[in-house]
């Protein structure tokens, strides 16, 4: 249903996406995963429709996203809802305002009808009663779920969700991994889900896409992955500091760098 074709993504001198060919397949929860600066964020964006790519293409169907016009765009951007790594919710608005604003973007439902959705959807994540809280006055884990509910409040037909649990304790965060699976099982919703939590990526996803330097290195089932030889496959699953894939990204020397040697000063992203 979404595929990516030949995508990349150029910051400077850094692949963030490099040549990548990816398929979301339509009704399923789709999983990126891989280890901090590996794209998956980058990734995710292109493929919403939210950064342009630096070549490559993104269908849906049979429409290339970066080439429609703005009144098609707007129109697609309707069946999507969008959870952002750092929850971006709009700081002057309340958190009834912040889950209610794509129903007052995109519908001209009647107001009753819309207060009977925020109360659905914070009701699901365990937020019914907080409606007049501001942002500022939410913990990280709150604000979070205000943007997942905001996320689910169109009940979309597509979902990209960037680390939907991250920052959220263990209840919290197994609340809304069962989210996401009944959501997109129930309404048959399209759900791509960038993650770090190996065991919840695991446990929902019906396909797995781990990333590595802007690349996709493996993708397959949950089962598939878990059962993969290759060694960067392992090292993620198991968290390993040592192997292939490694902590620092840092190009130039640790003691050149420590002793202000000149010509030392860049470092990787
Ligand atoms: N707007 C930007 N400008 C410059 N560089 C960027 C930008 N966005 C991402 N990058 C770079 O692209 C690379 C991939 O970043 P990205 O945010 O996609 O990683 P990620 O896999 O989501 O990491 P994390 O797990 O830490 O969220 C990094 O090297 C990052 O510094
Ligand atoms: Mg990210």
Known sequence: MIRGE??????GDVDAVASTDIQIKAGAITAIMGGSGSGKT?????????????????????????????????????????????SALLNSLDVYDNVA???????????????TMVTMKLEQVGLRGFESMMPSELSGGMAKRVAFARAIAMDPKIVFFDEPTSGLDPISAGVISTLILNTSKMNHMTSVVVTHDVSAGLAIADRVILMWQGRIIAEGTPTEIRESDDDRVCQFLEGRPDGPIPFSRSTTSY????????????MAS
């Open 101 to 115: 604003f794509p129903l007052h973007e995109h519908t001209d439902l009647d107001e009753a009808v819309i207060r």
């Open 6 to 11: 030949k995508l990349s993504k150029r910051y």
């Open 42 to 86: 980058t990734l995710l964006r292109l493929l919403a429709g939210l950064d342009a790519p630096t070549t490559g293409h993104v269908w849906y169907g049979d429409e290339d996203i970066c080439s429609l016009n703005a009144k098609r765009l707007y129109e697609l951007r309707e069946s999507m809802g969008m959870l952002f790594q750092y």
């Open 255 to 266: 003691i050149d760098d420590l002793t202000h040697r000149p010509g030392t000063v860049r």
